[in-house]
């Protein structure tokens, strides 16, 4: 725990304008950002009488050993600094909102020559129209089946588009009308995007125009006695009705607003958003958040608004928004939304009339949120920390294990062995520092390991070992490193520490854990310790846990530590300890599918997908290949004589196929009769 008077800046050193400020720690990691309108008020209140401070305040200054600001010439810009700073450095005290789910949206992507119209979540895409997000994926399938029949726009996949384009054939909805069929020429690229962007207008409200010109078409099939036709008009006006009534009138129809609600308590705040599109309410979505720092509802809207429109422009930024509370000040972070915009944007709270009633509802949402979040037990603030307080008196360490790391070994009858590691910080995943590890079953003293039974505990040996002297190797650059504990030090190297001074990013493997924790018993639990011995590491505690029986072992101890079954710790430890399982078997499983993929020539250095494949396509089959010659491998567009001498060669070093067989006869394919097989089941394939 750092004294904050050791660096706390000189009396006039702190310019009085305004800036944004970073605390750092010991290991130069960014902790926290913040932004003042003076520079010099807002850091001297970090540095008082600590007992004056909210708890978390002094939690953050207590742990950081330094800090450093940039002046800026307006609160605009800092605000803008401030929300860069934040997304780049990730700090652990800053107000950081997590999705309490990952929302769908309907998007249509007018990028492609052909928009589709689908359910998409995560990031948005440029050059795609989204709407929403809703809450449910099965409410989006829902309308844009209503909408279909009015405006049949392309829904299938890029597959199955090919696969109508090849054979001349559109799929089920283009013959039920559900679709224009594009794919087969029945509408043009220009006819369909169209209809694809009248789909966009209906969505973002403009409902009356296209409800009009129906009733009128309706009416004029009518009159000239197509009674059919009018039917079929009747029945598209019917199911866009259907679709509008799934998003009930709130506001006036030119209403574009987004409202914005929060729910807090002393340690967490739920915030809960309606997108307000014509009138209707087009999605909702929610966040929480733990509080790690002092911060009013102002506040917490503030960094609401950053994280909603950061990344926003145009029209994703409404031109109203209506929050509980208002920034302090806020003019800049109305300029800062009008220039995501492109215009003016109205930031207030709502006083009176129907945009008061709504927003009493989106604050019921945020309530309702907020509870359901504090029964997830394992984002719960106190359970987290009762589950480190645990771990901590178990294992009998110095504090609490803020980072953990934990490492688990998979493969599959000992091939393609593999290791993850799985870092843990306050009790929550961090999943940017998972690192995989292919095992090269390479040990200094590999004497020490006897039998075949032996090679986990060899493989966690060495995955210890490597990441940990990638730490000691960081060290060694700045100099901390100690020569007589862990060997000399490289004075030649360059500076930065764990922080890389180019891009202000940590370096990989640059922080070390106050606990590791193994997937295993007593031998991984000695293999990790003896890994760490040697590099000269006694500060970072180890720890296994058997799956048998839940069982916590510990370096040179023969009886394991048994915590109960209700325990918060033995819960935080078996959720680390399952998720390290979870990485490392996936990526075992993705090595194995591609060795199980890999053939001959993929092993031919400086030969790509696109020449491979046209090699196969000339030769029928891999053993024609095989025995062609080089004048004849030269044939082949793209292959040039030197290309051709390295195929020859590795497939010449290569074992052969074993020869195809018929399963219904026994009798052993010829080379003809081979080939026709593979190019049917290619067929039948493609």
């Not at 000189?10 to 009085?16: A, E, H, V």
């Not at 009013?296 to 929050?323: C, D, F, I, K, N």
């Not at 309702?368 to 771990?391: F, G, N, P």
């Not at 500060?539 to 530590?561: F, H, Q, T």
Request: net charge neutral; glycine share 8%.
């Amino acid at each position: 725990m750092a004294d904050p008077s050791s660096y706390r800046p000189k009396p006039g050193q702190i310019p009085d304008s305004p800036g944004v400020y970073k605390f750092r720690d010991e290991h130069r990691r960014v902790i926290y950002v913040g932004k003042a309108k003076s520079l010099r008020q807002r850091l001297s209140s970090y540095f008082q009488d600590l007992s004056g401070l909210h708890t978390r305040t002094r939690t953050m200054v207590t742990t950081a050993a330094s800090v450093e600001w940039t002046v800026v010439s307006t609160e605009v810009e800092a605000l803008q600094l401030e929300y860069s700073w934040i997304k780049e450095f990730d700090p652990r005290f800053n107000v950081k909102y997590r999705d309490d789910k990952s929302y769908p949206s309907l998007a249509v992507t007018l990028n492609e020559e052909f928009p589709r119209v689908q359910v998409m979540r995560g990031p948005k895409r440029k050059g795609v129209r989204y709407f929403g997000p809703y809450a449910h994926a099965w409410a989006i399938r829902e309308t844009v089946d209503l909408m279909l029949r009015v405006f049949p726009v392309r829904t299938c996949s890029a597959g199955v588009f090919k696969r109508s384009a090849q054979i001349g054939r559109p799929c089920l909805l283009g013959y039920i009308g559900k679709c224009s069929a594009p794919c087969v020429g029945r509408v043009t690229p220009e006819e369909h995007r169209e209809l694809a962007e009248e789909f966009c207008d209906f969505m973002a409200g403009r409902t009356g125009t296209y409800l009009r010109r129906l009733e009128q078409q309706m009416r004029d099939a009518a009159d000239t006695m197509e009674y059919e036709k009018a039917a079929r008009l009747r029945d598209d006006i019917e199911a866009l009705r259907r679709a509008m009534e799934k998003n009930a009138v709130v506001l006036a129809d030119a209403t574009d607003a987004d409202l914005i609600a929060v729910a807090e308590d002393e340690l967490e705040a739920a915030v809960q958003i309606f997108h307000v599109r014509g009138g209707r309410v087009r999605g909702q979505r929610g966040w929480v958040t733990d509080k790690v720092e002092a911060v009013s509802t102002a506040g917490l809207v503030e960094h609401a608004l950053q994280q909603l429109y950061g990344e926003e422009s145009g029209e994703g930024v409404p031109r109203e928004v209506l929050v509980p509370a208002l920034p302090d000040p806020v003019e800049p972070i109305a300029q800062w939304l009008a220039g995501h915009r492109g215009s003016n944007v109205s930031l207030r709270i709502p006083q009176r009339g129907d945009k008061k009633d709504l927003m009493a509802t989106v604050e019921r949402n945020a309530q309702q949120a907020l509870v359901l979040h504090k029964t997830k037990r394992a984002s719960d603030l106190t359970t987290r920390s009762r589950a480190l307080e645990e771990i901590t008196k178990a294992l009998e360490l110095d504090s609490a294990p803020l980072r953990i790391e934990c490492f688990d070994i998979s493969h599959l009858q000992g091939d393609d062995v593999v290791a993850s590691m799985v870092v843990f910080e306050d009790g929550l995943a961090r999943k940017s520092e998972y690192r995989r590890f292919q095992i090269k079953g390479r040990v200094g003293d590999a004497q020490i390991w006897h039998g075949a039974g032996q090679d986990d505990v060899r493989s966690m040996h060495e995955v210890i070992a490597r990441r940990f002297r990638r730490y000691v190797l960081e060290k060694q650059k700045t100099g901390e490193w100690d020569e007589e504990a862990g060997g000399e030090v490289d004075a030649d190297a360059p500076p930065g520490g764990p922080v890389d001074p180019e891009t202000g990013r940590p370096r990989r493997f640059a922080y070390p854990p106050q606990l590791v924790v193994v997937d295993g018993g007593q031998p991984q639990v000695a293999a990790a310790r003896r890994a760490l011995d040697e590099l000269g590491i006694d500060d970072v505690a180890v720890c296994g846990l058997a799956k048998r029986l839940e069982e916590v072992w510990l370096p040179n101890e023969d009886d394991p530590v048994v915590l109960p079954r209700s325990s918060e710790g033995l819960y935080l430890l078996q959720r680390i300890r399952d998720e390290a399982h979870r990485f490392a078997i996936t990526y075992q499983r993705s090595k194995r599918s591609k060795s199980m993929r890999a053939g001959p020539l993929d092993t031919v250095p400086g030969l790509g997908e696109s020449r491979r494949q046209a090699l196969l396509k000339h030769f029928g089959s891999l053993k024609r290949l095989r025995a062609a010659t080089i004048d004849q491998i030269c044939e082949v567009p793209g292959i040039g004589r030197k290309t051709a001498e390295t195929v020859a060669a590795a497939l010449a070093g290569a074992a052969p196929a074993a020869p195809a067989v018929n399963t219904a006869t026994g009798e052993i394919i010829e080379d003809e009769a081979a080939s026709a097989v593979s190019s049917s089941e290619r067929g039948r394939e493609g």
